[in-house]
């Protein structure tokens, strides 16, 4: 098959269904290339054998590869990778990026990878994430570093960097992603793919987890079609009876992607008190987006500020997060028997300081999120959707935010002496939201407040590295992202846009 990677998901789904291909042919391709490319990205760490597909019933002597893609499905025979977070497939182990969990198969198969698989999907392998997806960044200490297709030297974001990563670099048209703080925004960006974090509730988690990170985490997946990922959320979308959030009845998304958006007011703002000084080309993707918003005929006003106080947001945002790596931490040494070896010092750092956070602290930043929600209301009230960079600046390099050695020495005396936690009430804290948000300060907002959000790669530096702009929509405005999205793709292709490793 010479033309395997001119087809989205949706497309092949389609070739297989005619008969043109045969889902074995299919699933051979993308082995071939993950063969081909994988040693040079390291974005897939798990190869799934046999691959796991709903398949009909067939006599022991067959040949199962034979028998994929025969179930029905709008995916029907297409290969898939799974992000080895929150995703779990019965009998495989479920890393969270970490050694705490190498060693443990997973009893269950989470309810989105139910919904992958009754959706026709073939799963052969798992991806590269951040441990616990904590970084914004995928270089594990477990696995090591995912890398960018389009320059190998730079990040391909995280935490869903490996599933981008291999998106990126025609493995697959689309792969499982997750997002807690723009974990499926900011690789989408750095790897010139399409991206939608779904509103709180629309996608189910669990069993494994039932509300990941506060409610702050929602699953999707990164693509190079905007109509692939329509046709995903509408795979996923859907309550279950033990769902936390009741979700309002799901529009079909597929059907929106052509539709007319109507003309829009989008509100365009670059400013962040965590990175006053974006990037130039950060800030030309966002110029760019926006004049081409304006010939398709929307009504864009620029802001000279956020409509919330972005500052306060981040410490919230890490408050939170500082609690979820220790309940992490705490959870894989009780059920995995994990030892600190097992951790990196990163993470045993962040969970001293959630340990060391007062519950009334945490209290307080999960009912701020509801100031956010409010000043969203209030600034939705007047646009449709606002409109950012996606990160602050180009994807870093490999290794960007390592530790020196000295900081590390410390931070191990720290962690040996059990005395990290009393870094809480230090300006270290200050020091993470500088090191770790200042690339990606625009993404969180949409956590927070369950809003749905999207990134659109509709720019490229001149040494060749994406850069995507986000849009920021009401509570269960995935229509209106899908139809400006399709607008977009069909206005500015990127389809063809291919890194040439």
Known sequence: MDNYQDHDALGLAALIARGDVSAAEVLEVAKTLAAQVNPRINAIVANVEPPASREPSREPSQDPSQELGKTTGPFAGVPFLLKD???????????WGSRAWSRKPAAHNDIVVERWLDAGLVIFGKTNTSEFGAKGVTEPHLFGPTRNPWNLDHTPGGSSG???????????PCAGASDGGGS???PASACGLFGLKPSRGLVPAGPGVGEMLLGSVATGVVSRSVRDTAAMLDVLAGNTATSPYLA???TPLLAEVGKDPGRLRIAV????????APHAEALAAARETA?????????????????FDDEALARDFLTTWFAWCAWQVDDARERAGAKDADFEPDTLLMAALGRATKSVELVSAIENRQAYVRALAGFHAEYDLLLTPTTATPPPRIGAFDQPAAVQRLQDVLIRTKTAGALRFTPVVD?????????????QLANLTGRPAMTVPLHWTPNGLPIGSQFVGRLGSEPTLIRLAAQLEAARPWADKRPAL
């Open 85 to 95: 977070l929150g995703q779990s497939l019965t009998g495989w182990p479920m890393t």
């Open 162 to 172: 490996g599933s981008a990563a291999a998106v990126a670099a025609g493995i697959v």
């Open 184 to 186: 499926i925004r900011i």
């Open 248 to 250: 309002a009845a799901p």
């Open 269 to 276: 703002c670059t400013h962040s008190s965590i990175n006053p």
């Open 291 to 307: 004049y081409l918003l304006e010939e398709l005929g929307h009504d864009v006003v620029e802001l000279a500020r956020m409509p």
């Open 431 to 443: 020091q993470m939201i500088s090191q770790n948000l200042s690339w990606v300060p625009y993404t």
